[in-house]
């Protein structure tokens, strides 16, 4: 069967990589000249589904708890299993009650548990929580080393391009915020790339706060990413000086020594949302669509790929699967 996939960010290459390795004929298109400056490009990439509980549906942790399998199965050594670390200023530890009231799947931590975990933070917290079965990834590198293997499994990437092939068999849009459908609708999130060899971090942190909670996720050559904003707007301008301001402030009250670190990169990018705030795999025919995925890319991607490979190549059990889920 040959498969034409419109958009090379997470939703596009995980469905290529699945159905790649069932033994589909696959053809990615991209209008983007490289990978580079896609909303993926920016995400977080934790693999968190009982902490995104705080905020999303129960069918966020049914779809999400497999992800760091599929990404461990499908790039080796890319998945750090470490947790996730969740703290609050002591003056917001109210926050951390109800975090707890909303999520699953966590152990309580006080002073010195959060000293061993993170030896940076000894003596600046009192109580944590943390969610032991997470994991996270670098988006870019699983990004670039997706590809990398999708051309040696045959699979055929072209940028630069968004038209149709000839003798397609299934067309499937992957675009995210740029299927401008009038149910689906953009929240822009804002980040930052700090640099600092002050502070060293094993594992995603999140410091919950009531205006602007805040996560930093740890990279290689002390790079930390800063963030997101989520604001209901499909503006993709530059970040605001207000965000800015407002993830550097949160990023020092986690650790003061963010606030000497060299601010090397700002980004903003487009997460496409439906109404329910769930992704969905759609069927028109020969036409496919995987979108709304939301802020939850990397977490939820593999299990929507699996489901639309399903359908694609005739699972006949697949499609209830896939409606079930979001019910």
């Known amino acids: 069967m040959k498969v034409l996939i419109r958009g090379a960010g997470v939703a596009g290459l995980t469905l290529a990589h699945e159905l790649a390795t069932r033994g589909a004929d696959v053809t ?10 896609n909303a993926s490009w920016l995400a977080g990439g934790m693999l968190a589904p009982w902490c995104e509980l705080e905020s999303a549906e129960e069918a966020v942790l049914k779809l999400g708890r497999g992800s760091a399998d599929w990404w461990d199965a499908a790039l080796p050594g890319q998945v750090s299993r470490c947790g996730t670390l969740v703290l609050a200023p002591a003056r917001d530890v109210s926050e951390l009650d109800r975090f707890c009231r909303r999520t699953s799947g966590f152990r309580h931590l006080g002073a010195d548990e959060i000293a061993a975990l993170e030896q940076v933070f000894a003596g600046r917290f009192g109580r944590g929580l943390f969610f032991a079965e997470e994991a996270h990834l670098d988006p870019r590198n699983a990004l670039l080393s997706l590809s990398d293997k999708l051309r040696g499994m045959g699979a055929r990437l072209e940028f630069g391009r968004n038209s149709a092939h000839a003798n397609t068999d299934i067309e499937v849009d992957c675009t995210g915020i740029a299927d401008r459908r009038p149910e689906l609708r953009g929240v822009r999130g804002e980040m930052l790339m700090l640099r600092t060899a002050e502070v060293s971090l094993a594992r995603p ?14 990279r290689e050559e002390n790079l930390f990413m800063v963030g997101a904003t989520m604001i209901e707007s499909d503006t993709a301008g530059p970040i605001t000086a207000r965000s800015t301001m407002e993830l550097l402030s949160a990023a020092y009250a986690l650790h003061p020594a963010f606030g000497e670190a060299e601010l090397v990169e700002t980004g903003v990018g487009l ?32 299990a929507m790929a699996r489901q639309a490979a399903d359908i694609i190549l005739g699972n006949p059990a697949a499609k209830e699967f896939a409606l079930e889920a979001h019910r």
């Not at 942190?205 to 740890?218: A, N």
């Open 28 to 37: 990615v298109v991209e209008k983007r000249m490289e990978i580079a400056g």
């Open 205 to 218: 942190v999140r410091l919950l706060h009531p205006r602007i909670p805040v996560y930093v996720v740890p």
């Open 271 to 302: 997460r496409p949302v439906f109404a329910d705030s769930l992704p969905r795999v759609e069927r028109d025919g020969r036409n496919f669509r995987i979108n709304g995925l939301y802020r939850h890319g990397f977490l939820l991607a593999p």
